[in-house]
């Protein structure tokens, strides 16, 4: 099933900005589309951003575009994803996944453990 692996989280000021990084290993995530998931305390995780193999296609939760990029680069058995986070806002406080997206994504049975992000008011 291969390995997910977050980093790049922390603590940060509203307004402030961070850079997520995710490493998909195994070559089970080869050629497929890849997301951004968050779950803040008390709350379903939710959808953040899904990007194709290519990058040609992005689309972004309406809670977070025009502020987070979702980019990608993809190595033979490796796939790097990252997402760039600009004016943050305490709402953007949760634990951030990376997994492949589809329409099911919510039946990935496997996740990676995380990267914690908190925005200080």
């Known amino acids: 099933q291969g390995q997910l692996a977050e980093s790049g989280g922390g603590l940060v000021q509203s307004g402030g900005s961070l850079r997520l990084s995710c490493t998909a290993s195994?070559?089970?995530?080869?050629?497929?589309?890849m997301g951004w998931f968050r779950q803040a305390p008390g709350k379903e995780r939710e959808f953040v951003a899904w990007?194709?193999?290519?990058?040609?296609?992005?689309?972004?939760a309406d809670s977070v575009k025009g502020r987070f990029t979702i980019s990608r680069s993809n190595a033979r058995d490796k796939v790097y994803m990252y997402l760039q986070m600009n004016s943050l806002k305490p709402e953007d406080t949760a634990a951030y996944y990376c997994?492949?997206?589809?329409?099911?994504?919510?039946?990935?049975?496997?996740w990676g453990p995380g990267t914690q992000v908190t925005v200080s008011s």
């Open positions: 195994g070559g089970a995530y080869n050629r497929l589309e």
């Open positions: 990007i194709t193999w290519t990058g040609r296609t992005i689309k972004y």
């Open positions: 997994n492949k997206w589809s329409t099911d994504w919510g039946r990935n049975e496997y």
